[in-house]
């Protein structure tokens, strides 16, 4: 684990990236992430695929699989990929503040 500056806020991350603590999570800090991961601006619809995504991490334990993702967050997958082009599920994972899904290379 290490300590980076995010939004002018001190998080601890893993060493890919993904924050270790969801509740130091923010939205400044989700949209830095996603502009050092090649997104500029995180549109509604990236949105509502974070949020999805940390809603059901944060009540189940586990995020969602990108089959999961597509089947229920309201988004469909090519959508997903176009959003999310580096992967869908791990790139929202990380910019949402949860740990990469499981399966996630």
Not at 30 to 48: F, K, M, P, V
Request: glycine share 10%.
């Amino acid at each position: 684990m290490s300590t980076v500056m995010l939004a002018g806020s001190t998080v601890d991350v893993d060493p890919e990236g993904f924050l270790e603590h969801p509740e130091q999570w923010s939205e400044p800090i989700a949209e830095e992430i996603a502009r050092t991961n090649g997104i500029q601006s995180l549109t509604e619809r990236h949105w509502q695929v974070v949020n999805f995504m940390r809603t059901t991490y944060l009540e189940s334990g586990s995020a969602p699989s990108i089959r999961s993702l597509g089947k229920t967050s309201g988004v469909p997958i090519k959508e997903l990929y176009e959003l999310f082009p580096k992967g869908p599920a791990k790139l929202a994972a990380k910019i949402g503040g949860i740990p990469k899904p499981r399966g996630c290379i």
